[in-house]
């Protein structure tokens, strides 16, 4: 399976995932301060980390950012597991850069469906993407780099806004709603997963390629229906 590393300052929580993830068959290394957490990771990166958010010191959102700008780790999936529930938290640890976010209290066999989502979803990129690049208008998505060009600029992606925006741009014109996108995209089995995850990675997409975010031309949403690329710009 994965190793993991939990970064939690509450001890009871950390032991609990500990022991629970190793009845899965992970490995699970355990940090009690965001401090701790990353230099454990720099000596022996792991496949995911478990973060929470409130800790005192060097916050979750902090943490994530910290390996998301470290070259060691930047591509390792981020978990966030907390009792920050508001939706603007969820965006707050979205734009810090993680893959998923799950609340407490949660339940354990949740956590392993998201675990083995996230770690299935971040194989090898040539396993679920052999073009070298995908081309729709005026839009290209180099499979290689992780980079988007458009008529106005050329960004870098995460892997999560990778695997979101080459599924949307190898179906062009292809309309899907938030639960096929966390089945399609995300792996997620049927009626899991939160739509919250899906908008809040469309919207730092959109922000990212679109001339003007609050008026898309690029990933547009279909009113009732979802989410869809377009090639008519």
């Known amino acids: ?11 009871l929580v950390s032991r609990t995932l500990q022991r629970t993830l190793k009845i899965y068959g992970h490995q699970v290394m355990v940090a009690n301060s965001g401090t701790e957490g990353l230099q454990l990771a720099r000596r022996h990166p792991p496949e995911l980390f478990i973060l929470d958010i409130m800790m005192p010191g060097m916050d979750g959102y902090q943490v994530c950012r910290q390996i998301r700008g470290d070259p ?9 597991l907390t009792a920050k529930i508001k ?7 979205f734009r810090a850069g993680a893959d998923d976010y799950l609340s407490k209290p949660f ?3 949740e956590l392993q469906l998201r675990v083995q989502a996230i770690l299935r979803r971040t194989q090898p990129i040539e396993s679920i993407a052999p073009l070298t690049e995908v081309v729709v208008g005026d839009v290209t998505l180099d499979c290689r780099s992780f980079k988007v060009t458009t ?6 992606l995460t892997n999560v806004q990778f695997d979101l925006l080459y599924h949307l741009m190898s179906n062009a014109e292809q309309v899907y709603n938030s639960q096929q996108l966390l089945q399609d995209v995300w792996d997620y089995p049927r009626d899991t997963g939160s739509p919250e995850l899906v908008r809040a990675h469309i919207k ?3 922000e990212k390629i679109e001339p003007i975010p ?16 377009s090639s008519n710009v």
């Open 1 to 11: 399976m994965a190793t993991i590393l939990v970064i939690d300052d509450d001890e």
């Open 87 to 93: 939706d603007e938290d969820k965006i707050e640890g």
């Open 151 to 156: 008529p106005n600029h050329a960004v870098l």
């Open 107 to 109: 339940n354990m066999e």
């Open 214 to 229: 609050s008026r898309p031309v690029y990933i547009r949403t279909i009113q009732g229906h979802g989410y869809t690329f």
């Open 72 to 80: 060691l780790l930047s591509e390792l999936p981020v978990l966030f």
């Open 204 to 206: 730092n997409l959109r």
